[in-house]
């Protein structure tokens, strides 16, 4: 990643003008899981996470239900409020996160661009077809110009992907687009956004059971899981004067340990992402190291690193090539809740799910 990644509905106004800013990574493809490295793959188990808080309802829709076409419908957005008047035609998924969960959810024929494309390994094999058949507004982030040319009315977005950089949320409501920001930090935040999306396409219960089995197939793997040690996960995205890891307030902190581990640094939670030093690393002492896949650096130019670096060389996981890795967009907040979950658990705990590919070399 090419470092820095920030993080974003009960009024009658057709669109919102409040802003929300980010700082834009860079990644792309590169195939590979170096030899030694545990590739994380899903398992088979069904899935649940954390039930929804009393604070945390479902967000409030204005008029009639959806299904006898009312519209407006006003919902709250990590602190701002998004009117939608109408059912969207032409949608911009800005993120393979939030792309692939439109067409998880059957919606991908309304989008007319994506971008980010270069964080992606690839749709899941389920999805190939239908992502692949829509058009890259950008490969890399979204330019300015190309949201603002593409005659777009809604655009679901990574927090980052609409930002001061480029075209910000005001700027976009300018020219007729509605902006529903994807930031969840919790379960019942992701939750909350499909069950959003779900009303303003006019599919809810599709919305509610894809939630519904997310839940499950999480619960199915800590039922699994339990009475197993915790294992010390240390989240490799790159190396450069020190590891550039995720928080404790990161969305893939939390999958971390839904999956039975812990993020080494789960005690820092200012900011998503942190750049922590190689001697605290060490210090800290993880069990295993889990890796970034995406385009630049690859996964064996990492391992490299590793290896090659005087401070982490000297941890015992390092030493026992116990590392792991996950494509970057599975570890962001959108369809691949469950399957995160499941592949790392995979990964940490190879005995108790029994499959040889995601054991670590000893």
Request: proline share 3%; glycine share 8%.
């Amino acid at each position: 990643m090419k470092r820095e990644i920030c993080l974003l509905l009960s009024g009658a106004m057709l669109l919102s003008l409040l802003t929300a800013c980010g700082s834009s990574t860079g990644t792309t493809d590169s195939d590979a899981a170096a030899a030694g490295t545990t590739s994380i793959s899903a398992i088979d188990t069904s899935e649940a996470g954390a039930e929804r808080t009393d604070d945390q309802e479902e967000a409030t829709v204005s008029g009639q239900d959806l299904d006898d076409g009312a519209y407006p419908m006003t919902f709250e957005n990590y602190g701002r409020e998004v009117t939608v008047t109408g059912k969207p035609e032409k949608v911009l998924t800005l993120g393979p996160n939030c792309t692939e969960l439109f067409a998880a959810l059957g919606l991908a024929d309304h989008v007319i661009g994506r971008s980010l494309v270069n964080h992606s390994r690839g749709p899941l094999d389920e999805y190939v077809e239908v992502i692949n058949a829509i058009p890259e507004l950008n490969h890399a982030s979204v330019t300015r110009e190309a949201i603002i040319s593409s005659g777009a009315d809604f655009i679901y977005a990574l927090d980052w992907e609409i930002s001061e950089t480029g075209c910000n949320i005001e700027e976009a409501a300018q020219y007729g687009m509605t902006v529903y920001v994807n930031s969840a930090v919790t379960l019942d935040e992701q939750y909350q956004e499909i069950r959003d999306l779900g009303k303003i396409f006019g599919i809810e219960d599709v919305a509610g059971q894809y939630v519904a089995d997310q839940q499950s197939r999480i619960e199915a793997v800590q039922e699994a899981i339990a009475g197993q040690e915790p294992v010390t996960v240390l989240v490799y995205d790159s190396g450069n004067n020190g590891v550039f890891t995720c928080s404790g307030s990161n969305f893939e902190s939390l999958l971390v340990g839904l999956a039975g581990g812990r993020n080494l640094f789960d005690d820092l939670t200012d900011r998503q992402w942190v750049t922590v030093s190689y001697e605290e690393v060490l210090a800290r002492n993880p069990d295993v190291i889990l890796i970034h896949d995406y385009d630049s650096p690859s996964v064996e130019e990492k391992i490299a690193e590793i290896k090659n670096n005087p401070t982490l060389a000297q941890l015992e996981c390092v030493q026992k090539e116990r590392f792991a890795t996950i494509t970057l967009e599975s570890v962001l907040p959108g369809n691949r809740m469950a399957y995160a979950v499941e592949s790392m658990a995979a990964a940490f705990y190879p005995g108790v799910f029994d499959n040889e590919t995601n054991e670590f070399e000893e």
